[in-house]
C-alpha cells in the first residue's frame, strides 16, 4: 500500500505539472483491479486479516456520506504548542498529555480549522448465491460490510454487483458478558473490509464460483448461431424449457417470451420516454400442475434472478426499507427483492398468499421505479425487472362460475400489469393422462438421464413440415413440433442462458408496418367488444403488450425485425392463454365469461336495483320490459329469460300472470 501511495503522489506531481495553470488541485490515487480472483465469502476468516483479497455481490444497503477525521491539530493550553495526531482506521484517539519536554500538560484543544477529513461511507455486501450448487435453505447468505473512502465513495447504488479489493481489518464490537453480576467485556471483533478498489459490473450478470454466464468464446457463438437458424429454433427451445414438467407448450412460450424481453426504448433515440420494455407473466392454476417448477427453471436460466415466495415475504422484502445506523441518528438504505433483481427477472411464487398489499408491486411492474418518502428521505430506485409469478385460485381449484378477479382476490390494477396470465385447470383426460404418467414413469426410471446437462446436438434435428399441421391452434402446433424432437438434443441450462443474454443485450427487433396493421387490428377489435360491455377494460397498455411480445417472439430468432407470423402467433398466444377460463362446465366457449361480474353478483346487483325501484313507485310487480331495461342500465351481458329464470329459481320473483313479477325481498307488497 505504501508503494501505491509513492505511485500515486507521483502520478499527481506529474498531472500538477501539465496543468499548472488549473485552478483546481489534481489528485492521482493509485488502485489495484483485476488481481486476482474473487475468493469466496466463506473463505475469510480470522487468518486473512491484514491481507488484500478480492470480493464480489450485491450491494445491499447503502449508509449514508460522512466525513471522517484522519488527521487533527491539538493546541496545548499551557505552554501554547500545536501537536498533530494521525488517526489510524478513523478511531479518534486524542493524546493524553502535551509533547514538549517541560510542559507535560494533560489538557489539550482540538484545532477545528486545523482538521483533514476525507469522505466516508459504509457499504454491506451480500455473497452472490447459485441455488443449483449452493445450499442457501440452510442458512442466510453471507454478508461483510465494506468501508470506502475518498474517490470511492458514491459510486454504486443499492442492488448493484460490484467487484472489491481491499483489506481484511477487525473492529471491537459492543458485545458484553455478565460474570458474577459484573458486566465485562465480551472481547470480540467483527471483521470488515477497507476497500481500495470497487469495480461496478454493469455487463455482469451473473456469477457462480466455477463459470460465468457471459458469451465469451468463438464456439459459444456459433452454437448461438445454430440455435438461430435452425427451422425449428422455437420448438427445440420450448422442448428444452423445463424438460422434467410435462405439456404446458404455451405456459413455456409466455415464459420464455418473458425471459428474453422487448425492445428497449433507450436504444431508439426518437423516444423521449422511456417505455417498459419487460414483459410480466402470471399463471394462475389448480395445485400439482408444476407452477413452481416452471418459476425455478426460470431463475436458472436468467442471467440475473431473484426467486421469492410470496407467503414468506414483506413489502419492505420486495421494495427497499429505510433503517437507522448503529451510534448515530443517520439512515440508510436496504434494497429488496424488485431492486436487486434490477435488468433481470424477479419469480415470485404464492403470490395469491402475500401478506402485504399488493399496492407496492403497482409502481414497480409499470414506472419499474420504486419511490421512497419516510424519515426526510425521498428517493426512487430503478427496479426494471421481469415479475414471473405463480398463483393457486381461492379455494385450492379455479371456479369456471367466477370471473378472473373473483378467482385471484385481486385488484384490476395489479391484473392489467401483467402481459400474459395463464388458466391452468386440472380436468381428466385419458389419453393426457396416460402420456403424463408414461412421462413421469420415465423420468424416474432413467434416472441417470440429466436433462440441464447433455450436450446438444442440432444438426440431428429432423425439419418440421409446417404444412402438415398449419390449420391447427398455436397449442396444437408446438405440442407436435416439440414430440418430434429428441430428449437427446435438448439445449442445457447454460447455453439456454447464454443464448438469452446474448439476445437481450445485442437484438432489438423492429416493428414492421404490416406487424403493426395485424396488431391494430386486433386492438380495435378488442375496444369494440369492450363497449359492448363482453370484455375486461381494454386500454392502451394492452397495445403495449403487444408491441413487446411480438418484438419477445422476434427476438427469440435473433431476428432484427418482426413479422406478421410474429404478430398473429402472439394474438394467437393471448387468445389461447385463457380458454380454460372462458368454458363453461358442460365444454362450450362463453367469451363473455372473461371480466365483469359473476352470476351471483349479478344476480344481487339486479335484485338491489329492483327494490330501489320498488320503494320509489310503491309498488313490488314488475313486468318483463322493465326488468329488461334494469338488465341493460346495468350492462349485465346474459339474457333477459335466463337471468328472470335464475332469480325465480331463487325465490327472488314470483310470476303473477303473463310477463308480469313480484319482487318477494321487497318491503313493499
Same mark, same amino acid.
Given at each position: 500500500?505504501?508503494?501505491?501511495?509513492?505511485?500515486?503522489?507521483?502520478?499527481?506531481?506529474?498531472?500538477?505539472?501539465?496543468?499548472?495553470?488549473?485552478?483546481?488541485?489534481?489528485?492521482?490515487?493509485?488502485?489495484?483491479?483485476?488481481?486476482?480472483?474473487?475468493?469466496?465469502?466463506?473463505?475469510?476468516?480470522?487468518?486473512?486479516?491484514?491481507?488484500?483479497?478480492?470480493?464480489?455481490?450485491?450491494?445491499?444497503?447503502?449508509?449514508?456520506?460522512?466525513?471522517?477525521?484522519?488527521?487533527?491539530?491539538?493546541?496545548?493550553?499551557?505552554?501554547?504548542?500545536?501537536?498533530?495526531?494521525?488517526?489510524?482506521?478513523?478511531?479518534?484517539?486524542?493524546?493524553?498529555?502535551?509533547?514538549?519536554?517541560?510542559?507535560?500538560?494533560?489538557?489539550?484543544?482540538?484545532?477545528?480549522?486545523?482538521?483533514?477529513?476525507?469522505?466516508?461511507?459504509?457499504?454491506?455486501?451480500?455473497?452472490?448465491?447459485?441455488?443449483?450448487?449452493?445450499?442457501?435453505?440452510?442458512?442466510?447468505?453471507?454478508?461483510?460490510?465494506?468501508?470506502?473512502?475518498?474517490?470511492?465513495?458514491?459510486?454504486?447504488?443499492?442492488?448493484?454487483?460490484?467487484?472489491?479489493?481491499?483489506?481484511?481489518?477487525?473492529?471491537?464490537?459492543?458485545?458484553?458478558?455478565?460474570?458474577?453480576?459484573?458486566?465485562?467485556?465480551?472481547?470480540?471483533?467483527?471483521?470488515?473490509?477497507?476497500?481500495?478498489?470497487?469495480?461496478?459490473?454493469?455487463?455482469?450478470?451473473?456469477?457462480?464460483?466455477?463459470?460465468?454466464?457471459?458469451?465469451?468464446?468463438?464456439?459459444?457463438?456459433?452454437?448461438?448461431?445454430?440455435?438461430?437458424?435452425?427451422?425449428?429454433?422455437?420448438?427445440?427451445?420450448?422442448?428444452?424449457?423445463?424438460?422434467?414438467?410435462?405439456?404446458?407448450?404455451?405456459?413455456?412460450?409466455?415464459?420464455?417470451?418473458?425471459?428474453?424481453?422487448?425492445?428497449?426504448?433507450?436504444?431508439?433515440?426518437?423516444?423521449?420516454?422511456?417505455?417498459?420494455?419487460?414483459?410480466?407473466?402470471?399463471?394462475?392454476?389448480?395445485?400439482?400442475?408444476?407452477?413452481?417448477?416452471?418459476?425455478?427453471?426460470?431463475?436458472?436460466?436468467?442471467?440475473?434472478?431473484?426467486?421469492?415466495?410470496?407467503?414468506?415475504?414483506?413489502?419492505?422484502?420486495?421494495?427497499?426499507?429505510?433503517?437507522?445506523?448503529?451510534?448515530?441518528?443517520?439512515?440508510?438504505?436496504?434494497?429488496?427483492?424488485?431492486?436487486?433483481?434490477?435488468?433481470?427477472?424477479?419469480?415470485?411464487?404464492?403470490?395469491?398468499?402475500?401478506?402485504?398489499?399488493?399496492?407496492?408491486?403497482?409502481?414497480?411492474?409499470?414506472?419499474?421505479?420504486?419511490?421512497?418518502?419516510?424519515?426526510?428521505?425521498?428517493?426512487?430506485?430503478?427496479?426494471?425487472?421481469?415479475?414471473?409469478?405463480?398463483?393457486?385460485?381461492?379455494?385450492?381449484?379455479?371456479?369456471?362460475?367466477?370471473?378472473?378477479?373473483?378467482?385471484?382476490?385481486?385488484?384490476?390494477?395489479?391484473?392489467?400489469?401483467?402481459?400474459?396470465?395463464?388458466?391452468?385447470?386440472?380436468?381428466?383426460?385419458?389419453?393426457?393422462?396416460?402420456?403424463?404418467?408414461?412421462?413421469?414413469?420415465?423420468?424416474?426410471?432413467?434416472?441417470?438421464?440429466?436433462?440441464?446437462?447433455?450436450?446438444?446436438?442440432?444438426?440431428?434435428?429432423?425439419?418440421?413440415?409446417?404444412?402438415?399441421?398449419?390449420?391447427?391452434?398455436?397449442?396444437?402446433?408446438?405440442?407436435?413440433?416439440?414430440?418430434?424432437?429428441?430428449?437427446?438434443?435438448?439445449?442445457?441450462?447454460?447455453?439456454?442462458?447464454?443464448?438469452?443474454?446474448?439476445?437481450?443485450?445485442?437484438?432489438? &427487433?423492429?416493428?414492421?408496418?404490416?406487424?403493426?396493421?395485424?396488431?391494430?387490428?386486433?386492438?380495435?377489435?378488442?375496444?369494440?367488444?369492450?363497449?359492448?360491455?363482453?370484455?375486461? &377494460?381494454?386500454?392502451?397498455?394492452?397495445?403495449?403488450?403487444?408491441?413487446?411480445?411480438?418484438?419477445?417472439?422476434?427476438?427469440?430468432?435473433?431476428?432484427?425485425?418482426?413479422?406478421?407470423?410474429?404478430?398473429?402467433?402472439?394474438?394467437?398466444?393471448?387468445?389461447?392463454?385463457?380458454?380454460?377460463?372462458?368454458?363453461?362446465?358442460?365444454?362450450?366457449?362463453?367469451?363473455?365469461?372473461?371480466?365483469?361480474?359473476?352470476?351471483?353478483?349479478?344476480?344481487?346487483?339486479?335484485?338491489?336495483?329492483?327494490?330501489?325501484?320498488?320503494?320509489?313507485?310503491?309498488?313490488?310487480?314488475?313486468?318483463?320490459?322493465?326488468?329488461?331495461?334494469?338488465?341493460?342500465?346495468?350492462?349485465?351481458?346474459?339474457?333477459?329469460?335466463?337471468?328472470?329464470?335464475?332469480?325465480?329459481?331463487?325465490?327472488?320473483?314470483?310470476?303473477?300472470?303473463?310477463?308480469?313479477?313480484?319482487?318477494?325481498?321487497?318491503?313493499?307488497?
Amino acid at each position: 500500500m505504501e508503494m501505491l501511495g509513492c505511485l500515486g503522489l507521483s502520478l499527481s506531481l506529474v498531472a500538477a505539472r501539465r496543468h499548472q495553470y488549473s485552478e483546481k488541485q489534481i489528485i492521482v490515487n493509485a488502485r489495484l483491479f483485476n488481481l486476482f480472483d474473487n475468493q469466496l465469502f466463506s473463505c475469510i476468516k480470522s487468518d486473512k486479516v491484514g491481507q488484500l483479497i478480492s470480493l464480489e455481490g450485491f450491494i445491499v444497503k447503502v449508509s449514508s456520506i460522512k466525513p471522517l477525521v484522519i488527521r487533527a491539530a491539538f493546541q496545548c493550553s499551557k505552554c501554547l504548542s500545536m501537536q498533530w495526531v494521525d488517526f489510524e482506521d478513523g478511531v479518534f484517539s486524542p493524546p493524553d498529555i502535551c509533547s514538549t519536554a517541560k510542559c507535560r500538560n494533560k489538557y489539550l484543544e482540538l484545532q477545528r480549522s486545523q482538521v483533514i477529513t476525507v469522505s466516508y461511507q459504509r457499504l454491506k455486501l451480500q455473497e452472490i448465491t447459485d441455488s443449483e450448487t449452493d445450499e442457501v435453505s440452510a442458512r442466510l447468505p453471507r454478508t461483510f460490510e465494506i468501508e470506502v473512502q475518498d474517490d470511492l465513495v458514491n459510486c454504486c447504488r443499492v442492488g448493484d454487483i460490484v467487484t472489491v479489493v481491499g483489506i481484511v481489518k477487525t473492529i471491537k464490537t459492543d458485545v458484553t458478558r455478565v460474570s458474577r453480576g459484573i458486566v465485562k467485556d465480551a472481547g470480540l471483533h467483527q471483521l470488515f473490509v477497507v476497500a481500495h478498489s470497487l469495480t461496478t459490473n454493469k455487463k455482469r450478470a451473473r456469477s457462480n464460483s466455477n463459470s460465468e454466464s457471459t458469451v465469451n468464446s468463438l464456439e459459444q457463438l456459433q452454437m448461438i448461431r445454430t440455435i438461430a437458424i435452425h427451422p425449428m429454433c422455437l420448438s427445440v427451445l420450448i422442448a428444452s424449457f423445463c424438460p422434467s414438467i410435462y405439456g404446458h407448450e404455451l405456459v413455456k412460450l409466455g415464459l420464455l417470451l418473458g425471459l428474453f424481453g422487448g425492445s428497449d426504448s433507450n436504444q431508439d433515440r426518437s423516444f423521449t420516454v422511456r417505455l417498459r420494455s419487460d414483459i410480466h407473466v402470471l399463471i394462475v392454476g389448480d395445485p400439482g400442475l408444476g407452477k413452481s417448477q416452471l418459476l425455478r427453471f426460470c431463475h436458472s436460466v436468467s442471467s440475473r434472478s431473484i426467486l421469492v415466495c410470496g407467503n414468506t415475504s414483506t413489502t419492505a422484502g420486495l421494495t427497499v426499507t429505510l433503517s437507522k445506523e448503529t451510534g448515530s441518528n443517520s439512515t440508510s438504505v436496504e434494497a429488496g427483492a424488485l431492486v436487486l433483481a434490477d435488468k433481470g427477472s424477479c419469480c415470485l411464487d404464492e403470490l395469491d398468499k402475500m401478506t402485504s398489499d399488493f399496492s407496492a408491486l403497482l409502481e414497480a411492474m409499470e414506472q419499474q421505479t420504486i419511490s421512497i418518502a419516510k424519515s426526510g428521505v425521498v428517493t426512487s430506485f430503478h427496479s426494471r425487472t421481469t415479475v414471473l409469478a405463480a398463483a393457486n385460485p381461492t379455494g385450492g381449484h379455479y371456479n369456471r362460475r367466477k370471473t378472473i378477479n373473483e378467482n385471484l382476490k385481486m385488484p384490476n390494477s395489479l391484473l392489467s400489469r401483467f402481459d400474459v396470465i395463464f388458466i391452468l385447470v386440472d380436468k381428466p383426460d385419458e389419453s393426457h393422462d396416460r402420456r403424463l404418467s408414461e412421462h413421469i414413469l420415465l423420468t424416474h426410471v432413467n434416472k441417470t438421464v440429466d436433462f440441464n446437462n447433455k450436450p446438444s446436438n442440432l444438426s440431428k434435428v429432423g425439419v418440421y413440415n409446417n404444412d402438415e399441421n398449419s390449420a391447427g391452434t398455436l397449442n396444437q402446433r408446438l405440442i407436435h413440433q416439440c414430440m418430434s424432437i429428441d430428449r437427446n438434443n435438448y439445449l442445457s441450462v447454460e447455453l439456454m442462458r447464454n443464448y438469452i443474454e446474448y439476445a437481450r443485450k445485442y437484438v432489438y &427487433p423492429r416493428m414492421t408496418k404490416s406487424a403493426a396493421k395485424v396488431l391494430q387490428k386486433f386492438f380495435l377489435t378488442m375496444r369494440s367488444q369492450d363497449m359492448l360491455g363482453r370484455n375486461l &377494460p381494454v386500454t392502451t397498455r394492452h397495445l403495449e403488450s403487444l408491441i413487446r411480445l411480438s418484438q419477445a417472439r422476434a427476438k427469440l430468432e435473433l431476428r432484427e425485425e418482426v413479422t406478421d407470423r410474429d404478430a398473429e402467433e402472439v394474438i394467437e398466444l393471448l387468445q389461447e392463454s385463457l380458454i380454460d377460463a372462458f368454458t363453461n362446465d358442460v365444454g362450450e366457449i362463453e367469451l363473455g365469461r372473461r371480466g365483469g361480474m359473476s352470476l351471483s353478483k349479478q344476480v344481487k346487483a339486479l335484485v338491489k336495483t329492483m327494490q330501489r325501484e320498488s320503494e320509489i313507485k310503491g309498488s313490488s310487480l314488475f313486468s318483463k320490459d322493465d326488468i329488461t331495461s334494469h338488465i341493460k342500465r346495468l350492462k349485465i351481458d346474459r339474457d333477459a329469460d335466463s337471468l328472470i329464470e335464475v332469480l325465480r329459481t331463487e325465490c327472488y320473483l314470483l310470476k303473477k300472470g303473463p310477463k308480469n313479477y313480484q319482487l318477494q325481498s321487497s318491503s313493499i307488497l
